[in-house]
């Protein structure tokens, strides 16, 4: 498995158990009450910068473990992953957009804060959790 493999696979692993439990957290908050009543800002972030040190922390150990298997090939890339980085950012970028479309959307009805912090947040999440399949996919099954 190469480098750009690994980070795929990390990434997407702890991008749905970080959203998961996000949920799980802001639901309990709630206890039963309105959602928009949750002190959701310190839940989102410490959800965003932990999956994000989490992320690099596991691709760094994932890529000790395989350097000590295969030291000569870690870290190298070619051009197939260089497509299959592209084709998942593309497939990412999609999926911001529409996020962003429903911000506007939100916005423009004078939605709750709560409601378009976590339509943004949603967005960043099937973004990166969609782009991450894709890239995984690429690598089993080829860009054809």
Excluded at 11 to 37: D, M, R, S, W
Excluded at 121 to 129: E, K, L, Q, W
Aim: charged share 15%.
């Amino acid at each position: 498995m190469v480098y750009q493999e690994r980070n795929a696979w990390a990434g997407l692993v702890v991008t749905v158990i970080a959203v998961t439990i996000y949920v799980v957290l802001v639901i309990q908050q709630a206890e039963g009450g309105p959602l928009t009543g949750v002190d959701w800002l310190p839940l989102m972030l410490g959800t965003i910068g932990i999956s994000i040190a989490v992320t690099i922390v596991l691709s760094i150990l994932w890529g000790i473990l395989a350097g000590m298997k295969d030291s000569e090939g870690v870290g190298r890339s070619d051009v197939r992953d260089r497509d299959i980085s592209r084709m998942g950012s593309r497939v990412e970028q999609a999926f911001l957009v529409i996020a962003g479309l429903g911000v506007i959307a939100l916005c423009a009805v004078g939605a709750d804060v709560f409601w378009i912090a976590n339509t943004m947040f949603a967005g960043f999440a099937v973004s990166a959790i969609v782009g991450g399949i894709a890239r995984v996919i690429a690598y089993r099954r080829g860009l054809a």
